[in-house]
């Protein structure tokens, strides 16, 4: 089993919806991470959190350390929104754990 | 605004050949690293530097795989011989650690490797 699991692993949208990525991670630790790569193979990232929440622009990420799982959110989503969402985690160093991906694309 | 740079983007080989890549972090970053990313999974750290130092590189094939940051600001990553499987993108990172606390990776756009 992955430390750091995502769902879903695709996910397909109409122009508009809201969407919702969750991460669910196993071991203890001190950061969240959520990253965006788009398919040049580019990663950006979108948020690093250690609790509550974070908001920047149409994206909001939220983490329940107690339940050790995280959504991230994009409310009016875009087909530029297309991308492979990363959740990853880092412990007490900076070594960060991925998981999968989940592969979004919004249809117009 | 301040970018990671990699270089090449591209690269196709033949196995057993040997490959380089570079990586120029951006300034004043001192936690340099390097992970590789097979297709359709998430990265994996081959090999961390704080400076010129090496503290992590547990997961790096080291009969295969050597990383260096002499001057502790750019940083190599070099396979030899390369392999069918090493084929993958291989995405270098790096943050500006302050004391204990952690800082955002900034990545650069990687380098798409093809072993033939």
């Known amino acids: 089993k992955n430390e750091v699991e995502q769902s879903p692993q695709n996910l397909t949208a109409q122009e508009g919806e809201f969407i919702t990525i969750n991460c669910s991670y196993s071991v203890g630790i001190s950061a969240l991470h959520w990253l965006q790569q788009h398919p040049g193979g580019g990663i950006v990232s979108l948020f690093m959190?250690?609790?509550g929440k974070k908001k920047h622009g149409r994206l909001i990420a939220t983490i329940n350390i107690q339940e050790k799982h995280s959504s991230l959110h994009i409310t009016a989503s875009h087909p530029r929104d297309s991308a492979v969402y990363i959740c990853?985690?880092?412990?007490?160093?900076?070594?960060?754990?991925f998981g999968t991906g989940t592969r979004l694309q919004v249809f117009p | 605004e301040a970018e990671v740079a990699q270089s090449p983007r591209y690269k196709i080989t033949e196995k057993s050949q040997a490959v380089a890549f570079w990586c120029d972090p951006i300034s004043g970053h001192a936690t340099l690293y390097w992970y590789r990313q097979i297709l359709g999974q998430g990265p994996e750290l081959l090999v961390q530097?704080?400076?010129?130092?090496?503290?992590?590189d547990s997961q790096l094939p080291k009969d295969r795989f050597s990383a260096e940051r002499l001057k502790g600001v750019d940083s190599t990553l070099k396979i030899q011989p390369a392999e069918l499987g090493d084929s993958a993108m291989y995405l270098c990172?790096?943050?500006?650690?302050?004391?204990?606390?952690?800082?955002?990776?900034?990545f650069g756009p990687g380098t798409r490797l093809l072993v033939l």
């Open positions: 990853a985690v880092s412990g007490n160093t900076d070594k960060l754990i």
């Open positions: 959190l250690s609790s």
């Open positions: 530097f704080q400076d010129e130092s090496v503290v992590d």
């Open positions: 990172a790096s943050s500006h650690r302050q004391g204990e606390l952690l800082e955002t990776q900034y």
